[in-house]
């Protein structure tokens, strides 16, 4: 008998395939339509396991809707602009272009072979001309419909790179890159008006009843709606212009127990003193080498420094506070300008303690306590407390009941008005890069900023540039940057900015509908296609990502891009977890550690010397810890099928799985058992019997729960249903005709995880074309219904043995089973029993 060989059957069957066009995504009215898309991956040069578990997972779906009827679409691009690129070019030489695909080239060469049911014919890159030109069409109408604008904001910039930052590439104060000190500096840059659709975006959430509850939580909490008053203090002595400060608050009912007032150091009021004052201009400058984050905000050493400035408390004209330019207030979140209440803000008290203010009691534990000490008291809002200072009086209430009694109180005398806000700031797409998609506007001293010609699009990157200069390539190309105004023809110049990579990644799903149109997209493709029935992606992507996404459907249906269908963009999200490894390390000389591949370690020690390894605990792959496995390798070793077969018979796939060599060697011993027992059932040749009956109701059962399995995302329990069904058709003694029709439909059942073996297994069993086009099987009800339980024996109370009787049998007759059981009736040793119970449908008991 021949041996299962995936070296030779794997590439086989994926010809068959592409002769097939088997995956090839095609609009049918007249079928149901499925789209099934996982976060497409930046073209790093290599796959991981990572790379393979979700591919799987999503080709697992896509596969099992194909043969339930569905016209499915699944396809496969690549988010192909960015800084790695660029700084690739920096540091090697050569061009971020041939960087960026060459690697895909590797990565696409990779991929293939794990046969994954994607239709290519739709793929592309996002730095292709053809996408970003479709993506700068979209930028100019979004400006006409006023969704985009362009304002002065204030940016981490990196003097070295000469680039603004995102705020999670400012580590300790540098920038990630060059090291250099990142200043707060502001710049003219493009905005996305995000912050309009907050209230719809934040509502929209809870219709997402097929996401993960964590991920709409982290969305809920990133937009951050929340409910306050904004008033205004009048000021003393303050220059002329600034009369007043205007404060947003969440907590109104603290305001009785103010102590300070403090402004940004980007409040135009602080500007206004650094132009004036050097001291203030010297302490701003401090403050600006802080990030932007207001993580960074928060971890910075709280400083301030008192303007001279005060405010009058609204409430008594007598009650002057300070005002302070402070380092931890962020200019773009309310008004940048704060009332500190020390007795019940952490981070007011530290201030207030630092510069000598005053600490105000407003409300205390509802059963009563001392005064603040060293630790702000800070309760839950719906945490009761008693009010000291409140506005209806000392009573106990909750804070939630507190603000809007607040809020009420301050409307009434005149003081502020209550406002919803949300901490969802407008996206701002300005990148200083060149390895971008180019903003499509033109700088023009006549006609000031005007958006170029569509029928002029794309606007391409120049090949010819140059990394040898820090800064943007775009600034210091002439013949690129200045051109005529689209407009009135006069001599201009290019916005040289780039759009935030984030902008490509937000509407690659609806240009997979559609990807070689000439428009951004296609009505009838997208109104057939959208919208994505299953995503799946790292819970990594599960705040900035997913709402760009959101925001760029609604902006493209308001455009025309999209139908208003498909304003949420995905209908159903799973975020799914890690592969992890052990990770081996030794030390140098001086103590250092020194990581090493999984390939060069063998029995706990280095394959080449023989030196021990310290083993540490599973962990996320990682190239800088080494603990990475090649799924080429694995692949090679042995077969596509194993690698799919482990990552997905484990663990569920939201949990991390452990990649371990064992693992892999069984899985790859479990695959070729099913191939041999296929095997031997197309050589095998014996009649009917009364076992075809067992086997079959087995089979209908496994049908319904690897179904339920796959359509719950509960991939391991499909996986250990098969493993179940594939001991019950070694071991039955049906006929050859009912196990080969057993061993088909093990086929169909195996082929979304394991395609290429699946594929062998029914073309040896006789079975029509292709199983990957063969229909997926249908469960007979009338064969899931039990004719027979399983009673559990008792015997004093402990669980002995069982018997298993039709559900219909007389009590008399299942007494009359129970005593004769071999187990039963070697303790009673020929005596009767003190009491028999029988609990119907449930359990027997003995008691002796």
């Not at 975020?575 to 390390?585: F, N, R």
């Not at 371990?660 to 060697?665: L, P």
Request: proline share 7%; aromatic share 10%; with cysteine.
């Amino acid at each position: 008998m021949q041996r299962y060989d995936p070296r030779t059957l794997e590439p086989k069957w994926q010809a068959a395939w592409e002769e097939a066009q088997v995956f090839r995504a095609r609009r049918d009215p007249a079928r149901p339509k499925y789209y099934v898309l996982e976060m497409f991956p930046y073209p790093s040069g290599r796959i991981h396991m990572g790379h393979v578990r979700n591919y799987t997972m999503g080709d697992v779906v896509a596969r099992q809707k194909a043969a339930a009827g569905f016209a499915v679409l699944h396809p496969m691009g690549w988010d192909a602009f960015g800084m790695p690129a660029e700084n690739a070019a920096m540091e090697r030489g050569g061009h971020p272009k041939d960087w960026t695909y060459g690697n895909i080239a590797d990565m696409r060469a990779q991929m293939k072979p794990l046969g994954l049911s994607i239709d290519w014919s739709r793929e592309f890159a996002t730095c292709d001309p053809e996408y970003y030109g479709q993506q700068q069409a979209m930028f100019i109408d979004m400006l006409e419909a006023g969704l985009v604008y362009r304002k002065n904001a204030v940016v981490n910039w990196d003097p070295v790179d000469m680039t603004v930052l995102a705020n999670e590439q400012v580590i300790d104060g540098k920038g990630w890159r060059s090291g250099a000190e990142v200043e707060r500096r502001e710049l003219t840059q493009w905005f996305f008006r995000i912050s309009d659709y907050s209230a719809e975006l934040l509502a929209a959430l809870d219709g997402l009843k097929d996401w993960p509850e964590k991920v709409r939580l982290m969305q809920k909490n990133w937009i951050g709606q929340s409910r306050g008053l904004q008033f205004a203090f009048s000021t003393v002595d303050a220059p002329e212009g600034f009369e007043r400060l205007d404060v947003y608050t969440t907590r109104p009912d603290t305001l009785m127990g103010a102590s300070f007032a403090a402004i940004s150091p980007d409040h135009p009021l602080a500007k206004h003193l650094e132009r004036h004052d050097q001291d203030v201009a010297s302490f701003v400058a401090e403050c600006r080498k802080i990030g932007t984050s207001e993580e960074a905000l928060e971890k910075a050493e709280k400083r301030g420094m008192d303007t001279g400035i005060r405010v009058r408390h609204p409430f008594d004209n007598a009650w002057e506070l300070p005002v302070y330019i402070a380092n931890f207030i962020l200019m773009d979140y309310g008004t940048g300008a704060i009332f500190g209440c020390p007795a019940h803000d952490q981070r007011d008290l530290d201030f207030a303690r630092k510069y000598g203010l005053p600490v105000l009691d407003v409300f205390e534990p509802a059963e009563g306590g001392a005064p603040v000490a060293d630790e702000a008291f800070v309760p839950l809002k719906t945490e009761p407390v008693r009010y000291i200072r409140g506005f209806a009086g000392d009573e106990i209430q909750t804070g939630e009941t507190a603000v809007e009694t607040a809020i009420a109180f301050c409307e009434e005398h005149g003081v502020g008005h209550g406002v919803t806000n949300y901490r969802l700031r407008d996206w701002g797409i300005s990148r200083q890069r060149y390895w971008g998609c180019p903003i499509p506007v033109v700088h023009c001293d006549s006609c000031g900023v005007v958006p170029e010609r569509k029928e002029n699009l794309p606007i391409r990157l120049p090949d010819d540039v140059t990394f040898d200069v820090p800064g943007n390539p775009l600034d210091r190309h002439p013949t690129w940057r200045d051109c005529a105004c689209p407009k009135c023809g006069a001599p201009a110049r290019r916005e040289t900015d780039t759009m935030d990579t984030f902008v490509d990644s937000s509407w690659y799903y609806a240009r997979f509908t559609s990807p070689h149109a000439a428009t951004p997209t296609e009505a009838a493709e997208a109104d057939y296609w959208m919208n994505v029935d299953q995503y799946i992606g790292g819970v990594e992507h599960a705040i900035l990502h997913l709402l760009y996404s959101r925001f760029f459907a609604r902006a493209m249906a308001r455009t025309g891009h999209l139908p208003q269908k498909a304003i949420e963009p995905f209908n159903a999200l799973f975020t799914q977890g890690m592969v992890t490894h052990e990770i081996y390390m030794t030390r140098d000389e001086a103590g250092r550690p020194v990581y090493h591949l999984p390939e060069d370690v063998e029995g706990g020690k280095l394959k080449a010397t023989g030196e021990a390894v310290e083993i540490i605990p599973s962990a996320k792959m990682s190239k800088s810890k080494k603990n990475v496995v090649d799924p080429v390798s694995i692949i090679e070793a042995f077969g596509a099928d194993t690698a799919r077969w482990f990552v997905l018979s484990d663990s569920p796939p939201e949990r991390d799985v452990e990649w371990t060599s064992a693992g892999a060697e069984a899985a790859a011993k479990h695959l070729g058992r099913v191939w041999r027992i296929a095997a031997e059932i197309a050589e095998s040749d014996t009649a009917p019997n009364d076992q075809d009956a067992a086997l079959k109701k087995a089979t209908h059962k496994a049908i319904h729960e690897v179904t339920q399995g796959i359509e719950g995302f509960a991939f391991n329990k499909a996986v250990a249903k098969l493993y179940e069904l594939t001991n019950t058709i070694q071991k039955s003694a049906a006929g050859t005709a009912a196990r080969r029709d057993a061993m088909r439909i093990l086929a169909q059942l195996s082929a979304p995880m394991v395609p290429h073996l699946a594929e062998d297994i029914w073309a040896m069993l006789g079975g029509e074309g292709l199983v990957a086009q063969a229909p997926w099987p249908k469960a007979d009800p009338a064969l899931l219904v039990d004719d027979t339980m399983v009673l559990p024996i008792q015997i004093n109370g402990k669980r002995r043995s069982e018997i298993e009787v039709p559900k219909d049998m007389p009590q008399a007759e299942i007494e009359r089973l129970a005593l004769a059981d071999e187990t039963v009736a070697k303790v009673l040793a020929g005596a009767a029993p003190k009491k028999l119970i029988v609990v119907p449908g449930r359990i027997i008991n003995v008691v002796v």
